[in-house]
């Protein structure tokens, strides 16, 4: 290989960046705009287009063949409207002027440069493509890349993997993807002698040798029938000529066919009847692709020789559906290592805290929302704009540990954050008996005071307001000897204030703190063992203690409410100093 080639192949494929969409099934108007991160995990409440989001790339990938057409059912409101005709716009990451200078635009903030495409439908049928030409600064009828199978074999392949597929469509799309995986290893196949060329080289360059003599052989009957063409055609567009080009050296690998026709994925007991796995049920197909996911994302960890190959995307409609509870952490995990080797790309839908992991530096979390009958997507999770501490991963991963359903918050309503399991138990006795007072708030316990400064890093950046309840805690405790010492959790004070002077502009916090703590605040006893259970007791047993819990949720949730006694909102270290000072 020469130098040139080498250098060729050392340059990383394209990456997706930004997806844009608006007018396409449910979404309107203002467009939806999704940044492309190594895993985006999309969450909202139900039928507010989070798998159209999925469908819109899908699309776009297809121009060129049937998948790639819209139907009526695509449009708004299944109306063909020229005012508001669908609309995709997709931004790739490129890292060569390959597609061409005039199609290639620095971003500014990152020094990439991205190409972007826009795909129109003015009635149901295929699309009409553009890309965006910088030298003009608009839209061009002429596009990067060219033909529509050029240009996506520039872009990751998608593997779609819907939620309620059929079991064909499944087995299907499990098939596709080991076979993908097999064609890559088989490319990457070399002899022991690694200066010898593979045998699926060798096979290559047979097929580009014997194309070009066929090319050759019949170039005489070619040039006869580009006489004919190009005499016709001049009667039209005269000095016009036809010229065929046979291109005997373009998509060699559609010449070889590594399978048989039809190949067939079976499962069942290793001495007994393995049948089609379109015949398994749910649960073992989605196992399988989880299985399939896994070999293939270890095995792109290990390869470093395949960095050129084209990358892919997996997009996936609730991959939590059919898995057993301990399944789910397991199918978590592969999905956050498949990207590990830079050549996968991940888009899902999920219902499932448990599928958000945001101690990783990979991810972006987008909520999809409806407001005023419009579809929003909104970034509210990207670890580079976060910068969370080490301290703070640590914290965070402890924490997503011992209760999966902590990233319950990204998923919308009110979010409060308390210290431990005490406030969250009286919180929740009290929800469950005011229903639909406090219907959509929800209680994140942080399970230790020092994780709430993380807590309140991920919430600064929802562009939604929050309120924090915690312990003040007393400046200075006593030691085993009887001897006094300054408090650590009284330090913890400021790092929770610090964080939540941190928040932007439009976010509203407020920040309230039991004086010293929440038993004596609240319950009139110092509490040394089941916390819980106690507070809960007394909650149930007590309805002078059961009003107090009530109005501090309440007050934790409207801003406007006063706190019950016993309990401040502060913004300085000085409003705890003086609140506890005749403790």
């Known amino acids: 290989m020469c130098q040139s080639e080498e250098q060729e192949a050392k340059i990383p494929r394209p990456r997706l960046h930004k997806l844009v969409i608006k007018n396409f099934r449910c979404i309107g108007s203002v467009p939806v705009e999704i940044d492309l991160d190594e895993i985006v995990v999309l969450v909202g409440p139900n039928n507010v287009g989070k798998s159209s989001i999925l469908r819109a790339y899908e699309v776009v990938m297809s ?86 199978n050029v240009a996506n074999s520039n872009r990751p392949l998608p593997h779609r993997v819907d939620a309620f597929a059929s079991p064909d469509d499944q087995a299907t799309e499990i098939l596709k993807l080991l076979q993908q995986y097999i064609k890559d290893r088989v490319k990457q196949l070399s002899s022991d002698d690694s200066e010898d060329e593979s045998d699926y080289t060798k096979l290559l360059n047979s097929i580009r040798t014997i194309q070009k003599q066929i090319v050759e052989e019949t170039q005489e009957q070619v040039s006869a029938v580009e006489s004919e063409l190009s ?30 026709g039809s190949p067939e994925l079976r499962m069942g007991p290793s001495d007994g009847f393995r049948s089609n796995v379109s015949r398994q049920g749910s649960g073992a197909r989605r196992t399988l692709l989880w299985t399939a996911l896994q070999i293939i994302a270890e095995a792109e960890s290990k390869n470093k020789e395949g960095e050129n190959e084209r990358p892919h995307v997996l997009l ?78 640590e914290n965070l991963k402890m924490l997503n540990l011992c209760d ?121 006893d110092s509490i040394k063992t089941e916390k819980p259970y106690n507070a809960l007791t007394q909650a149930k047993n007590k309805p002078e203690v059961f009003g107090i819990i009530v109005d501090l949720l309440e007050s934790l949730v409207d801003f406007n409410k006063n706190p019950p006694a016993n309990c401040i909102e502060w913004s300085e270290i000085s409003n705890l100093t003086e609140a506890v000072k005749d403790i």
């Open 316 to 393: 996936m409609d609730e991959p939590e559906i059919c898995l057993h509870p301990s399944a789910i952490r397991k199918a978590c995990s592969v999905l956050y290592d498949l990207p590990s080797a830079g050549r996968w790309q991940v888009m899902i839908t999920t219902h499932a805290p448990a599928f958000i992991d945001f101690t990783r530096d990979n991810t972006t979390i987008v909520r999809v929302e409806r407001n005023n009958n419009s579809i929003k997507g909104t970034t509210i999770f990207r670890p580079k704009q976060i910068k969370l501490g080490d301290d703070d991963k």
């Open 404 to 524: 999966p359903y902590v990233a319950e918050f990204f998923f919308g309503g009110r979010t409060v954050i308390v210290e431990g399991d005490t406030e969250y138990s009286a919180f929740k006795l009290a929800i469950e008996s005011n229903p639909n007072k406090f219907k959509d708030v929800h209680i994140v316990r942080a399970r230790g005071k020092a994780t709430i400064a993380s807590l309140v890093k991920i919430l600064n950046h929802f562009g939604s307001s929050f309120s924090i309840l915690h312990d003040s805690d007393l400046p200075t405790t006593t030691k085993k000897t009887g001897e006094l010492m300054t408090n650590p959790a009284w330090s913890t004070n400021q790092k929770i204030l610090d964080a939540v002077k941190n928040k932007s502009d439009d976010v509203e916090v407020r920040l309230l703190a039991s004086i010293p703590n929440f038993e004596l605040a609240y319950l009139g």
């Open 231 to 260: 005499t016709l055609i001049a009667r039209v567009f005269p000095d016009y000529k036809v010229e065929f080009d046979a291109k005997p050296e373009d998509d060699l690998e559609k010449s070889i066919s590594l399978f048989k």
């Open 63 to 148: 121009h060129g063949s049937k998948q790639g057409d819209l139907s009526l059912d695509d449009f708004p409101n299944n109306t063909v409207n020229p005012n508001a005709l669908p609309e995709i716009e997709l931004q790739t990451v490129v890292f060569n002027n390959a597609p061409g200078e005039k199609w290639i635009e620095t971003d500014p903030n990152t020094d990439e440069m991205l190409v972007r495409e826009r795909w129109t439908w003015n009635a149901p049928g295929k699309p009409v493509r553009q890309g965006w030409d910088v030298s003009v600064k608009n839209w061009s009828e002429k596009v990067p890349w060219g033909a529509p």
